[in-house]
Every structure is written in structure tokens, then in C-alpha cells.
């Protein structure tokens, strides 16, 4: 059986660069902390847990003093960094240079929205920890949309700024935006910023061709993954036999029949050491 795993997918750097932070403390001392899950892929989580990586809640975090805490690359409020500060916690800061940038662009349009009696949008998930980091730069005044259905919360009488998630669907913050342009009445001035990184969505095109050339297709990603959500239904478009899975255990074999080529591939939050233990089982099962 032809097995090939794609080699644009895998983690962007962002991801490298949190990851690579935590492995650099971590010879230097026993255990580190880290905010939040350091990446949206279990079985990474599981492998620098062993190496003294401890993943914490936000209200374990606020009960901590004189300690070291790592910032994934999702972000963090700014309420986080004011605790460590008056804490004596040393933060290690990998948080992304996408995120960051955007971060800073929506306190200043925040701002300079309050003004204008203006509305700062967010089209992103609820509760996922680049929204919430977002929105701690607005005092957590920020409308989130997560769906066409939210815009109802938008009064149609302000201006508005409007800002996405970056790891979202380009077409799906398109659609958003257009929504929002015809909400707000005529003449109010509706700020349409496209903030999705194109680490993620630069993928797409080849993605849809690789996908294209296999029997079946295996997608590997964490079940809290955004942007493996998004790019495992670009693979379900082009390839309608395809699966998503966490992990090797979760290869079934009836999904094989038939099937002569196999094509893994991944999200931004998928380490390529788990695509190649997904490869080699399917190598021990068929050859």
C-alpha cells in the first residue's frame, strides 16, 4: 500500500516557537508551567508533559507566586501579565508575532473606536484562548461573532471595526463581513480588517490537491483544534473519503477496503513525529 504523508503539513512557527521555548527551560529545570494546553494537540501535550511541562487552569495561574508560566502562542489577556507582575511570576512569553500584532491593532481601533462611539467586532469562537486574548485588549467589551446568527447583537446605529480570529475560514469571515456591512445603516462606516493568518490558509491550495491523489485520506489533529476543523473539511470537499483522527489507535481497519494509496497530512497543531507513528501503523498492519 502507497502511504505518503504531506510535507506542508505539520506545525507552523508559532507553534514551533512556544514548543521549542518550553523544551529550552525545561533542561535547565524540573517542571515549568504553561497557561492553557501549549498546543491544540493531545498527544504533543502528553509527550512535553513527560519532559516536567504542567498544564494549568487561568484559576490556577491566579494562585500562583514566585514561579515561572509559559504564554502559549495563542495570547494572553492583558490582566495576565498585570498578576505576574505583582506576583513575582517570571512569564515566558511565546505567544505568536501573528497574534501579537493583532492584538495591539484591536487595543488601538478599540480606542480610537470609543471616540466615535464605535463597536469593536471579533468574528472567532467563543472561549477558545486567542478570543479571549483579543478581547482582554478591549476590556472585554468586544462583540464575538461566531456565526452569521450573532450579528443581531451588532446595533445597526454605531460604526463598526471589524476583526477575525486568525485561524477562522476566509470565505466564512467573508460571508461575516458582508453581513455586518448590510446591518449597519448607510453611511456609518463599517471597518472590514481580514486578520486571518495565512499560515493556516495558504495551505489550502495544496492541500486540495494533495488530498486529491490518494484512496483515503487520514487527517491527523486534536479535537480542540480550530484550524484542524477547517482544513479536515477543505480535505472532506475534495476527498469525501477522508477521516480525522487524534491519534493511531483511532485507524479503523474497514475504512482500507479497497484502498491502495493513503494520504495523512495535518493542522498547524500537528507534530510530524505523529503523522509518521500514524504511517508507520498502517505499515504494520498492511505490509
Not at 454605531?158 to 460571508?175: A, C, D, G, M, W
Amino acid at each position: 500500500m502507497k502511504v505518503e504523508i504531506d510535507n506542508k503539513s505539520g506545525f507552523c512557527f508559532g507553534v514551533i516557537n512556544a514548543i521549542k521555548s518550553a523544551e529550552n527551560e525545561l533542561k535547565n529545570m524540573s517542571h515549568l508551567y504553561c497557561l492553557g494546553d501549549i498546543v491544540h494537540n493531545g498527544e504533543e501535550v502528553q509527550r512535553l508533559e513527560k519532559l516536567g511541562l504542567k498544564s494549568i487552569s487561568k484559576n490556577e495561574f491566579f494562585a500562583l507566586k514566585n514561579c515561572k508560566v509559559l504564554i502559549r502562542a495563542h495570547g494572553e489577556p492583558p490582566e495576565t501579565y498585570e498578576y505576574a507582575r505583582n506576583n513575582n511570576i517570571e512569564l515566558i512569553d511565546a505567544t505568536c508575532p501573528v497574534v501579537l500584532t493583532l492584538q495591539e491593532r484591536v487595543k488601538s481601533s478599540y480606542k480610537n473606536n470609543l471616540k466615535k462611539n464605535g463597536q469593536l467586532v471579533i468574528f472567532g469562537k467563543k472561549g477558545h484562548a486567542e478570543v479571549i486574548g483579543l478581547n482582554g485588549q478591549t476590556n472585554h467589551n468586544a462583540i464575538i461573532l461566531e456565526s452569521k446568527a450573532d450579528i443581531e447583537k451588532i446595533d445597526p446605529n454605531r460604526p463598526v471595526s471589524l476583526y477575525s480570529q486568525t485561524t477562522k475560514r476566509i470565505e466564512n469571515f467573508h460571508e461575516i463581513a458582508k453581513s455586518v456591512e448590510t446591518h449597519i445603516n448607510p453611511g456609518l462606516g463599517v471597518e472590514i480588517k481580514d486578520t486571518i493568518c495565512r499560515q493556516v490558509s495558504n495551505r489550502v491550495p495544496h492541500l486540495k490537491e494533495f488530498v486529491k491523489n490518494y484512496d483515503l485520506i487520514l487527517f491527523v489533529a486534536g479535537e480542540k483544534s480550530s484550524n484542524g476543523q477547517y482544513l479536515f473539511t477543505i480535505c472532506n470537499e475534495e476527498n469525501p473519503n477522508s477521516y480525522r483522527i487524534s491519534r493511531p489507535e483511532d485507524i479503523r481497519l474497514e475504512w482500507f477496503k479497497e484502498v491502495e494509496s493513503v494520504g495523512i497530512c495535518g493542522a498547524t497543531s500537528t507534530p510530524n513525529w505523529l503523522m509518521e507513528e500514524v504511517a508507520n501503523r498502517i505499515a504494520e498492519k498492511f505490509n
